[in-house]
């Protein structure tokens, strides 16, 4: 199996969804500790283990390894309410989280207000980002605005109340500008606010933490959620998360320093896809469309909205692969490419004033603009799922990962061909 190094980032490089849980389930099991870096409940892993099913929002994949300690850095936002919905779950099915969870004191809590904001903002807005309306926006929002809420802050009530108020205060004003009704709003905080003292007695210091971890020569896994398309500045802004979801802030979002990550790990799905709105520049005909999203049921897991699927798109790979650094890729859902006859890798776009760039535009209007210059592959038409050796693969399914490294400009390490925690190739 490759090397992870003591310290790896996994991180997704296209629009999210591209089967990270799957891939840091299986990491997860050579590593002592995985911590979330960014995002919220937004994020929606989904990973199999056995027959059963699991869909983890907020807490680290890595908790159904037994024994491994999973962190939420102080870069995620954090709906406390939801959070221990999601550990009860978890709990009631036989998971044993004595001890092993911990959420940084520097964290921002995620308040129903935040969530009854981004409903009303998504609701009324006339050109939508397609948010899931779980309040990361505004959440996000209030923390850079100063505003914000942390973990640490629930151990002083008295400032905590204060803090809350006038955050508080400040977003029902604009809902009733907007007509919008708060008065479900004080019930939905008693709720919320009941659970600090059990939230307080997770809270940790997650950088020392892990530094000390790795000063020990234990193994860590930072997890990222969402995609470099939908980073906040590297992104198809403004049709992006309210986050750095890049490898970069794997350090900002746990509080180690950059130099402690010694492998970037870029997951990159077979093909491409893309829930809510914003440019989707390789995306299929609309018969190709429902036929992939069926073939690799291409449903969110946060919202069970239907995604958007397109051909392979190198130029987005290789802006993910400089961006964030990466020294080797993990392809998934290979599988779900077994019956085509033919395949298309877009490797560069046609600009609206007809030159040619294999560079990831910035301007977002244009790229909604572009034509990828695709190149065809034959397809390799028989199944992979039952495949655990790259040598195994059928020769054009090998060739299409030799392309896909090549363009990409990172070694592929690892290849996954089903949803289960076995069907998984090691390269290298
Ligand atoms: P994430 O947010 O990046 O983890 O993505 P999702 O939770 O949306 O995961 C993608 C879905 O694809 C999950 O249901 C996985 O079980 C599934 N999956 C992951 N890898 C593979 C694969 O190689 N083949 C197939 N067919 N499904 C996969």
């Known amino acids: 199996m490759p090397d992870q190094g003591l310290c790896t980032v996994i991180v997704g490089c296209q629009w999210g969804d591209e089967g990270k849980g799957k891939i840091v389930d299986v990491l997860a099991e050579n590593v002592d500790i995985v911590a979330r870096y960014q995002g919220g409940a937004n994020a929606g892993h989904t990973v199999h283990v056995g027959s059963a099913e699991f869909i983890l929002h907020q807490i680290p994949s890595g908790i159904l390894h037994e024994g491994k300690r999973c962190l939420l850095g102080n870069g995620v936002v954090l709906d406390v309410q939801q959070f221990f919905e999601e550990y009860d779950a978890l709990v009631a099915r036989g998971i044993d989280m004595e001890g092993r969870v911990g959420v940084s004191r520097r964290a921002q809590l995620l308040m129903p207000y935040h969530k009854m904001m981004d409903k009303a903002l998504e609701d009324s807005a006339a050109e939508k980002i397609g948010t899931t309306g779980r309040g990361i926006g505004p959440a996000y929002e209030d923390k850079a605005g100063r505003r914000g809420v942390r973990v640490a802050d629930l151990a002083n009530p008295g400032r905590l109340v204060q803090r809350i108020d006038a955050a508080k205060a400040r977003i029902c004003e604009r809902l009733n500008e907007m007509g919008v009704g708060t008065e479900e709003l004080d019930r939905a905080m008693d709720v919320t606010l009941a659970l600090g003292e059990r939230l307080l007695s997770l809270a940790t210091d997650v950088g020392p933490e892990i530094s000390a971890a790795l000063k020990a020569d234990r193994r860590v ?142 301007d977002t209007w244009s790229l909604s603009a572009v034509e990828p210059v695709y190149e065809t592959m034959p397809g390799w038409e028989s199944p992979t799922g039952h495949v655990r050796k790259l040598e195994d693969l059928p020769k054009n399914a090998r060739a299409y990962l030799d392309r896909i490294e090549e363009l990409t400009n990172a070694p592929v390490d690892w290849v996954s061909v089903g949803s289960k925690r076995s069907q998984i190739i090691p390269v290298g």
Request: overall charge negative; hydrophobic content about 35%.
């Open 221 to 362: 896994l930072l997890e990222g959620a969402q995609g470099t398309a939908l980073d906040l500045d590297h992104g198809t802004y403004p049709f992006v998360t309210s986050s750095n979801t890049t490898a970069a802030a794997a350090a900002t979002g746990t509080g180690i320093g950059p130099t402690s990550i010694d492998r970037v790990i870029g997951v990159v799905k077979a093909y491409t896809t893309r829930v809510g709105e914003g440019p989707l520049p390789s995306a299929f005909e609309p018969e190709m469309d429902a036929h992939i999203r069926e073939l690799g049921a291409e449903f969110g897991a946060t919202t069970g909205r239907p995604r958007r699927c397109g051909w392979f798109d190198s130029v987005l790979t290789r802006y993910a692969s400089q961006v964030n650094g990466l020294t080797g890729v993990a392809v998934t859902k290979l599988d779900v490419l077994d019956t085509l006859s033919e395949l298309q890798i877009a490797t560069a776009y046609r600009m609206p004033d007809g030159s040619v760039t294999e560079r990831f535009p910035a």
